[in-house]
């Protein structure tokens, strides 16, 4: 099931907790339906930053997975914050939103 944040503005965020099933190193990754209201996001975990910053804008709507980079991450509930940055000049909004996040065990 996914998720949509209607932000208004830069520094809009939306917390996504996720049981993590044993410590270790995840590859992060989450797919989004990108679209012309769409904003730019950044991933943060514990106050860090995951990846870059990923535009979500597209002039007509597609669907993107994004692979992030490996984390180290504990075990059990993890908070993913998803801040919406900036937007692309041609985004009319900053809207952000999610079809799933991905931990593939390293």
Do not use: C
């Amino acid at each position: 099931k996914g998720t949509t944040l209607d932000a208004t503005k830069a520094g809009d965020r939306v917390t996504i907790t996720l049981n993590v099933p044993a410590a270790g190193n995840y590859d992060v990754m989450y797919a989004v339906k990108k679209h012309p209201t769409h904003g730019v996001v950044q991933l943060t975990i514990g106050g860090a930053n995951v990846g870059p910053a990923e535009d979500q804008y597209s002039a007509n709507d597609a669907w993107q997975e994004f692979n992030l980079e490996t984390v180290s991450l504990p075990a059990g509930n993890v908070a993913f914050v998803f801040t919406v940055v900036s937007k692309n000049s041609a985004s009319s909004g900053f809207t952000q939103s999610f079809d799933y996040i991905k931990l593939t065990p390293q």
